[in-house]
């Protein structure tokens, strides 16, 4: 019963942001850890950035440190992605995933729902 849904994609030319949003349809009690994934034209889908659901830890890929921020809103079970000095090697297909565990992993196989995705696109 756990649906997510991924919003705020779109196109912005290089060293812009974006900020995007995943939101819950209905609210969960298994929720522990949140994160996003994307995925280029062609390529394989990689991690973003996670964020766990009661404390805050979050954990980047390297690519994203220092320019993308996770975070959430419990209350209203939304997870955020603050995406600044866009690249154009940012451009894919944003997920939002959720993890019932609670301890943060990078790797996709790990999550347990996933959103359809929201595309982002960063011109140069």
């Known amino acids: 019963q756990v649906q997510l849904v991924e919003s705020g994609g779109g196109l912005v030319q290089a060293g812009g942001s974006l900020r995007l949003s995943c939101a819950a349809s209905?609210?969960?009690?298994?929720?522990?850890?949140m994160g996003w994934f994307r995925q280029a034209p062609g390529k394989e889908r990689l991690f973003v950035a996670a964020?766990?659901?009661?404390?805050?830890?979050?954990d980047y890929a390297d690519s994203v440190k220092a320019r993308f921020t996770i975070s959430r809103d419990v209350a209203k079970n939304t997870l955020y992605l603050q995406m600044n000095s866009l690249k154009p090697e940012d451009t894919g297909v944003y997920y939002c995933?959720?993890?019932?565990?609670?301890?943060?992993?990078?790797?996709?196989?790990?999550?347990?729902?996933w959103g359809q995705g929201t595309q982002v696109t960063v011109s140069s």
């Open positions: 964020i766990t659901w009661s404390g805050g830890s979050t």
């Open positions: 995933a959720m993890r019932t565990s609670r301890y943060i992993t990078t790797s996709q196989n790990e999550y347990d729902y």
């Open positions: 209905r609210r969960t009690f298994s929720t522990r850890v």
